[in-house]
């Protein structure tokens, strides 16, 4: 882990999407971090360790999914795969829901970790990350716990790294190049995940901030709160928070499960679609979804 000394920063920004608004100065106190997104090596300790299982091996009961067709209803994952042709990018056709895909078996049946044991566990669910913290002695990032790890020590830049993407053609971050979601160039040789450390660390010494897998973090999702810029330290906010659970299953709306913020982005992130690689950026994540690019790593609230 790194330690992350106490600090203000500005949080959000104004520049690129609405539910990054408004950018405004908070502060944190002390913390350490992961130095990397928890790893399938890392995971599979804790599963041999206490035979966990996770939300993804687990067949989800019907009455909780009005309408969910019944040989659907199997432990399974979403998957992603690439597009044929055009897409309409508002009804997204790229993920798969895959019956048998769980992290150990990242791409479904017939699939393993073995030779990926350095890449980011994925398909994990909020409460999955939630176990293994409380295995390991950890916790989740606040969101702004991890925005404030994930700049570096830049404050204000709109990449962990400065303001360009990719610094005299240099990649520093698992993304995806070309026609999302139908081209992948491969320039940075990953179609999916890569190792934990493939890229440069950023100012604090932490890997995968930025791309790879988007990263649960311990506050449920609200749009952050317009208010008036404090004149002084003494009342800049100190370790804010999201919102309250909020939502809950509906029959008539399954869009109000219960969302975390996820920060990050992940390599599915495009230049053309979702340019959420930035400390900045945020997604609100349904707690009970699992997917091929969401993983998360973990903090320790404590004085060095």
Known sequence: MRFIPAGSFQMGADNWYPEEKPARRVRVDAFWIDETPVTNAAFAAFIDATGYVTLAEIAPDCRDYPGLLPELAQPGSAVFEMSAGPVDFAAPDWWEF????????PLGPGSSIKGIEDHPVVHIAYADAEA???WAGKALPTEAEWE???????DGADYAWGDELAPGGQFMANYWQGDFPRDNQLDDGYLRTSPART??????GLYDMIGNVWEWTADWYAQPKIERKPKGACCIPANPRGGTRGGSFDKRALARIPRKVMKGGSHL???NYCQRYRPAARYAQPIDTTTSHVGFRCVVRSAR
């Not at 895959?98 to 078996?105: E, F, K, L, P, Y």
């Not at 404030?148 to 830049?154: M, P």
């Open 269 to 271: 992130c495009a230049e």
């Open 148 to 154: 404030f790890a994930a700049r570096g020590g830049l």
């Open 199 to 204: 890229y440069a660390c950023n100012g604090h």
């Open 98 to 105: 895959r019956i048998g895909a769980n992290w150990r078996a």
């Open 132 to 134: 293994f913290a409380a």
